[in-house]
């Protein structure tokens, strides 16, 4: 197993060595008696590399969560880690539905050919298919295959809510309905006028298309570590704000970033006439809300104490290239 981060001095060393955690957990995902083939179509869209952030959230919130029980790190972690590769199993799946045809129509994801281009679009949907249920079986199984043998696991109580919270997030309430809200916005609907998009109704689609998943990954991370009540209504607060300040960057980035620096099609939002916050209110106040969304989830940490790297994470968010 990948050696536990001892509090390194920069984040993005911090983040880098939280990635690897994942990553030794993610390269044992998969079940042994699947299919090859769809196997390697889960890998591909997996291991394509990505910045990780939602399982790194959720490690980080657990390590934060869990210092005020005196839990060491790498405990925190480990404890964390089923319900951690699980969060990017979903959100992997999301993306490779998302690239399809039907949907965005992208050729390009993570800096290489989106899963549909590689393997058509029957096998990448079920790829997706495949990451989006063996994610709650990941968290289920006991013991569970994303850990060494002997390490410690979250208790069944813990890790039934982790479901509950992973499978509301990730569907018609959260991810999957602010998916249905975005694509009806792009007048992609058929039978369906795309309906105005105001500022809340702006909002609205993007806390549950990308807000959703990201406040359910701080959720699972003080799940895992079984903090109490107080502790997980303010990472849910915090999470709820960064979630909405990355997805604002997500669009400026759209509008600003290139395809070399991003991984992905720059500018195709504006090309599919999808409704952004640079094309709602502009640019430069979108660069405002975000920075408050992050001053707001720093409050948020203020309220329980939380230290560790969470205020920096929201930072960074207004800071990323990619």
Known sequence: MTAVPAAPA??????????????SGLARVWPDDAPGLIVDAMQYAIVGGGKRLRPCLALAVAEAAGARQSLD???????????ACALEMVHTYSLVHDDLP???????????PTAHVVYG???AILAGDGLLTEAFSVIAHSPSRVLPA????AAPAQRLRAVAVLASAAGAVGMVGGQAIDLAGAGRV????????????????HRRKTGALIRASAALGAIAVNADESVLAAVDQYAKELG????????????????????????????AGKPTFPALHGVEP?????????ARAHAALATAGLAGRLGEIADWSLQRKS
Do not use: W
């Open 150 to 153: 002997g390490a410690p696991e």
């Open 10 to 23: 920069d984040l993005a060393t911090y983040l880098g060595e939280l990635r690897g955690v994942v990553n």
């Open 121 to 123: 679009d029957g096998l």
């Open 286 to 294: 979108s660069k405002r809300l975000a920075a408050d969304c992050v």
């Open 73 to 83: 790190a790498r405990t925190a972690h480990l404890l964390a880690l089923p319900s």
């Open 102 to 112: 039907a949907m965005d129509d992208d050729a390009l994801r993570r800096g290489r």
């Open 190 to 205: 058929i039978g369906r006028t795309a309906p105005p998009m105001n500022a809340a109704a702006l909002e609205d689609m």
């Open 244 to 271: 909405l300040a990355f997805q604002i960057v997500d669009d400026l980035l759209d509008v600003e970033g290139s395809p070399q620096t991003l991984g992905k099609t720059a500018g195709k939002d504006a090309a």
